[in-house]
């Protein structure tokens, strides 16, 4: 069963497709580049080829051989100096080795943390690479737009005055001049709570 869950695990993993989507991301941005790169040795090359022509066969093999003797010296005088500067002492040698052991498993460590780390970025590269690819990208900007942006506020209604209700006064005024007195409806406040949007 151990097998079958790693299995099942290793393969459910989106991330090794997510690293290969962004190694082909990355390779077509740099293959877009590669236009530029051939107008431009189509520029250079008949300078290049014409300053090859103009160069004496003889001035280069001359050129070559003093090169081949200088670093022939310089390697004799090189290992010259580390045979004679050897230490013998066998403790010494012995110590050395195993501080050069002790670097050389440092620096593999180092090297697999960022090997480790460039993979976990390529492979982020591709994961968005893929979401542009199926549009997904538009959907995440949508569910944080809502996510940010408060409710509408709905309209609230207009309270409606109550009926009046005629209200009799004896008085010896004319029957015409006579008003009916109106209630006064109760004041509502409007008290909207107010939200900020989430903190990034």
Do not use: C
Request: glycine share 4%; aromatic share 4%; charged share 30%.
């Amino acid at each position: 069963m151990a097998i079958t869950d790693d299995l099942r695990k290793t393969f459910s993993n989106p991330t090794p497709l997510y690293f290969a989507a962004g190694t082909a991301d990355l390779a077509l941005q740099q293959a877009k580049k590669v236009p530029a790169l051939v107008e431009q040795l189509r520029a250079e090359a008949p300078a290049r080829i014409e300053a090859v022509r103009n160069t004496d066969p003889k001035a280069v093999q001359e050129r070559a051989t003093v090169r081949v003797r200088e670093t022939q010296e310089n390697l004799q005088n090189k290992v010259g100096e580390l045979f004679g500067s050897l230490d013998t002492d066998l403790k010494k040698l012995g110590e050395n080795a195993q501080d050069l052991a002790l670097r050389g498993v440092g620096i593999a460590a180092e090297y697999a943390v960022k090997a480790r780390e460039t993979y976990e970025k390529v492979a982020e590269h591709g994961e968005q690479a893929v979401r542009t690819w199926r549009g997904d990208a538009a959907e995440g900007i949508e569910d944080i737009a809502v996510a940010v942006e408060p409710p509408a506020a709905e309209p609230k209604p207009v309270p409606r005055p109550e009926p009046v209700e005629p209200v009799e006064v004896e008085d010896d005024t004319p029957a015409a001049v006579k008003k009916p007195a109106a209630k006064k409806a109760p004041v509502r406040k409007n008290t909207a709570k107010k939200t900020t949007p989430p903190a990034k």
